[in-house]
């Protein structure tokens, strides 16, 4: 059984650009949340994705979109791309959406400059 | 007021003390969750609890609903359990809503 695996690591974008993260849920997943995680806080849930549908999602401005796929893989993409976006960004996988252990990967250290 | 308060936010002990880490949440949850943190990232789910207690090892977590009131207890602590203990609950849809974290470091 394969755990939870985000790239890249860490990432160096520029103010306006894009980025893509992506994320691979542990064998037999079928849910995902993206998280963001400023230094020294707590992590923000961005969204939860269920069967490729978005289900449910926190107080993040559109340009925050996302994917999952039919192998439960998935990605967090960010247009236009601001300082503050600057963070570490957790994903998780779980079987089922409710009432069940969240598995995390390493997470995706993104800096913008 | 966050829905999800930690105390306290920092923590030093000396190696073999017994820790304890509190959390209070204000919202219903289906559950409450406790996670640890080490530099770099990553974060290990340690305990997922929705009444009574837990214990595995030298942790042991507790929850006492009708107060919305956790404890994560550390017994015999080591330099090894330095890390961020975060407290998460979860609601309907599995949206986990974290506190702050408690940073603690074990002395030798």
């Known amino acids: 059984e394969t755990g939870v695996t985000q790239s890249p690591t860490h990432l160096i974008k520029t103010r306006g650009q894009q980025v893509t993260l992506r994320c691979s849920s542990q064998?037999?997943?079928?849910?995902v949340s993206w998280y963001q995680q400023a230094l020294g806080q707590g992590p923000q849930f961005i969204f939860q994705?269920?069967?490729?549908?978005?289900?449910g999602r926190g107080n993040f401005p559109p340009r925050f979109s996302g994917l999952q796929f039919p192998n439960y893989s998935s990605e967090l993409n960010v247009n236009a791309l601001e300082l503050d976006d600057s963070a570490l960004y957790l994903c998780a996988s779980s079987f089922i959406t409710s009432g069940k252990e969240q598995y995390f990967g390493p997470g995706t250290r993104l800096t913008v400059t | 007021k966050n829905e999800v308060e930690q105390s306290p936010q920092n923590l030093t002990a000396q190696e073999g003390e017994f820790i304890t880490i509190n959390c209070s949440y204000s919202v219903g949850i289906s559950a409450l969750h406790w996670l640890q943190q080490h530099p770099g990232g990553g974060i290990v789910s340690l305990f997922m609890l929705s009444s009574g207690k837990k214990k595995h090892g030298r942790l042991i977590a507790t929850i006492n609903i009708q107060e919305k009131h956790s404890s994560l207890h550390i017994t015999a602590s080591h330099p090894r359990d330095s890390a961020v203990y975060i407290c998460?609950?979860?609601?309907?849809?599995?949206?986990?809503?974290f506190g702050a974290g408690t940073i603690l470091r074990v002395k030798s």
């Open positions: 064998s037999g997943h079928n849910t």
């Open positions: 998460a609950v979860s609601s309907y849809g599995n949206k986990l809503v």
């Open positions: 994705y269920y069967r490729e549908e978005e289900n």
